[in-house]
């Protein structure tokens, strides 16, 4: 199959080049364009238009794959296709799909014609089809010129309603697409003059200090020869909410007490309010009932307050003009602050320690001087047994031990051995402390 034609290929070029000395076996006239596109289309947009380009092509070249139709669109190439029956089954990308995605474009390749299957408005310009066989100069057919007539429309729909903020500079767009461009007028109502202080600018109304007198409705219409087309946008006067009494903190507040935060708010329409704590909006069914009291007035009251209740409440003022929100902070102040505090239970524990370790001191100190005493008391009883056995001597050494040391010679040396170790001892136990 393909060698075939190739082979007939070969003999058609070596034919053509035989040609400048002999005449050509295909004449020029079997490769034309019979019709062209139309020279002036006018279309609606939305419906299909069809632009012909019906050519004639002897067998042979039709079967090449050397031949190429050709769409351009002011001068740029729209849309190719290659003619030979072979092209659809070259592993080469099909041309007319390379160029620009539209699924509203489709180039028939039997017979030429390129299809709108509905026309836009961008689609208006110059049109013509072209023939390219290789190695001959592309053969063109004549301009057509498509005028695409737009739909009158707005563009885009003007929304039903619009709220302006009371006092401010505000404007409302109306703008109309179509053939041919379209006037655009605004009207109050249906047919009165425009309030004072508004006025249209080229479809845009102007509102210089919004006020209440100017609300209503407004109409925008647009024409032109095609007809007319209207929109109503209904004007509404409004004010942003805004806080007259707004809740005040941070609160602090005993447990068992009664918490109470107020917010009260203004605007046009009239703003509702809804509390919240810790951003999770309060409603029956996440508050206690009997303890969340949500007041008309906007305040918030909570009985016998809980340590859970402590947290950031928040108000929210809200109405189609906007919303706002401010929140406070309570605080809840535990009766069982003592044991329940941490830094008193640190603090407690401390003092007990210090106490503990003051009892031991001292203990030891006591301890310590018992000791020395009961050591003196018995060197005193074996110097009395030794010396003289006195029973007044026993006493005395008692209540005067450092008289008795004094006189007791014999056994001093020990006795102060003894007692400087005991002193020392004593000395750490004051270090200690
Ligand atoms: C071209 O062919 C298509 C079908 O493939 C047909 O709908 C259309 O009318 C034809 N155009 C012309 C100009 O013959
Ligand atoms: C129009 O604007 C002027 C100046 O801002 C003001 O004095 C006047 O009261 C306004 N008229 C109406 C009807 O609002
Ligand atoms: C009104 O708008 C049109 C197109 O949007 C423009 O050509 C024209 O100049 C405008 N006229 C004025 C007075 O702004
Ligand atoms: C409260 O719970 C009931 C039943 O589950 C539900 O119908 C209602 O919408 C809830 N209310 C709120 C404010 O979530
Ligand atoms: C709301 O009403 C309650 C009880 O009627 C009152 O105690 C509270 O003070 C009121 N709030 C304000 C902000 O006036």
């Not at 003059?193 to 209440?212: I, K, Y």
Request: overall charge negative.
């Amino acid at each position: 199959m393909m060698k075939s034609q190739i082979t007939v290929w070969r003999l058609l070029s070596s034919a053509l080049i035989l040609g400048s000395v002999r005449a050509s076996p295909i004449p020029s006239a079997e490769v034309s364009i019979v019709e062209g596109p139309q020279p002036q289309l006018t279309a609606k947009e939305q419906s299909a238009v069809q632009l012909p380009c019906a050519y004639q092509l002897p067998d042979v070249l039709r079967q090449s794959n050397s031949v190429t139709l050709r769409w351009r669109k002011d001068g740029k190439t729209l849309r190719q296709v290659e003619l030979g029956q072979t092209s659809s089954t070259t592993s080469e990308p099909q041309l007319e799909t390379m160029v620009r995605e539209d699924a509203r474009l489709t180039l028939r390749k039997e017979n030429g014609s390129l299809h709108f299957a509905g026309v836009l408005a961008s689609d208006a310009g110059q049109y013509q089809c072209e023939l390219v066989v290789e190695g001959r100069p592309a053969i063109s057919s004549n301009s057509g010129s498509l005028e695409v007539i737009e739909q009158l429309k707005f563009v885009p729909q003007p929304q039903p309603t619009k709220n302006l903020e009371l006092g401010s500079v505000s404007k409302v767009h109306c703008k109309a697409q179509g053939t041919p461009p379209p006037q655009v007028k605004w009207m109050r109502e249906s047919q009165l003059p425009l309030p004072e202080n508004v006025t249209d600018h080229n479809g845009t109304l102007v509102f210089r200090g919004v006020s209440n007198e100017q609300r209503g409705q407004y109409t925008c219409m647009a024409s032109n020869s095609q007809g007319q087309i209207s929109a109503t946008v209904s004007i509404n006067v409004v004010v942003a909410p805004k806080f007259t009494v707004p809740p005040v903190g941070p609160g602090e507040i005993s447990e068992g007490d009664i918490a109470v935060m107020h917010c009260q708010a203004t605007g046009e329409p009239k703003p509702t309010i809804q509390w919240d704590k810790d951003l999770t909006y309060l409603n029956e069914n996440n508050t206690d009932p009997a303890r969340f009291h949500l007041l008309e007035n906007g305040t918030l009251e909570i009985h016998n307050v809980q340590t859970e209740d402590e947290g950031r409440y928040g108000c929210t003022i809200g109405s189609s003009a906007g919303l706002k929100r401010e929140e406070v902070l309570l605080v809840v102040k535990s009766n069982k602050s003592a044991s329940n505090s941490i830094i008193t239970r640190i603090i407690i524990v401390i003092i007990c320690l210090a106490f503990l370790y003051f009892v031991l001191v001292l203990g030891l100190k006591l301890w310590y001087r018992y000791r020395r005493h009961m050591g003196k008391v018995q060197l005193e009883d074996a110097t009395h047994a030794a010396v003289d056995g006195d029973g007044d001597g026993h006493e005395h050494a008692e209540h005067e031990p450092c008289l008795t040391e004094a006189n007791s010679s014999k056994n001093l040396k020990s006795k102060l051995r003894e007692s400087t170790i005991l002193e020392q001892e004593s000395q750490v136990a004051d270090d200690i402390v």
